[in-house]
């Protein structure tokens, strides 16, 4: 069965950095375009970044744009989320998504990982 | 960039049924793909709708999924409620690179 298990949340003060991984299992990691979605708290759904099944194009919110990095490895089944300059409003849970085609929308997400930029 | 606007919440008695609108603000709501996602307290989403109105294995023909080219809106019925239904929903669609969500509707079964 498909699995998306996210990782490499935390407290982190504002300005510094913070990576994120989502380890994916039960289907051909390689042939799918990947995505982060963040929910801040008590909040809705918010589209962060997007990157294609092969690396080849990402995409991202212009609430993170110059500041988020997605990245992908396909040896590994795992995609990234490099943070840096963070900010308070970026605390949130980022839960890692697969697309069900090509940048169209997700059929299955992960179960979150919560990031509280704090200092 | 377009907006989804969806009704802040609704409510209804079990065995009743409701219905969710998700209206885009410019663009045809034909042009993309819309999807819905159901979030329970506490959860990670899960998708209930995709491509309209095709649902995923595992998810129950109480929830049907529309278009409506007439008042450029998508749609999500809860038809039979039960209180497990009780969640944030979430219309989704996309133009060109960019993902948007609508802000969610609280269904809420008295």
């Known amino acids: 069965q498909v699995q998306l298990v996210e990782s490499g949340g935390g407290v982190v003060q504002p300005g510094r950095s913070q990576r994120l991984s989502c380890a994916a299992s039960g289907f051909t990691f390689s042939s799918h375009t990947m995505h982060w979605v963040r929910q801040a708290p008590g909040k809705g759904l918010e589209w962060v970044a997007v990157i294609s099944y092969d690396g080849s194009n990402e995409y991202y919110a212009d609430s993170v744009k110059g500041r988020f990095t997605i990245s992908r490895d396909n040896s590994k089944n795992t995609v990234y989320l490099q943070m840096n300059s963070l900010r308070a409003e970026d605390t949130a849970v980022y839960y890692c998504a697969r697309d069900f085609g090509d940048n169209v929308g997700f059929d299955y997400w992960g179960q979150g990982t919560l990031v509280t930029v704090s200092s | 960039k377009f907006v989804l606007t969806q009704p802040h919440s609704v409510s209804e008695s079990p065995g009743k049924t409701v219905t969710i609108s998700c209206t885009r603000s410019?663009?045809?709501?034909?042009?993309?793909?819309v999807q819905w996602y159901q979030q329970r307290p506490g959860s990670a989403p899960t998708t209930v709708i995709y491509e309209d109105f095709r649902r995923p294995s595992g998810v129950p023909d109480r929830f049907s999924g529309s278009i409506d080219s007439s008042s450029n809106s998508a749609s999500l019925t809860i038809s039979g409620l039960k209180t497990e239904d009780e969640a944030d929903y979430f219309c989704?669609?996309?133009?060109?690179?960019?993902?948007?969500f609508g802000g969610g509707t609280k269904v809420t079964v008295l």
């Open positions: 989704q669609s996309y133009d060109s690179s960019d993902q948007v």
């Open positions: 410019s663009g045809s709501i034909g042009s993309h793909y």
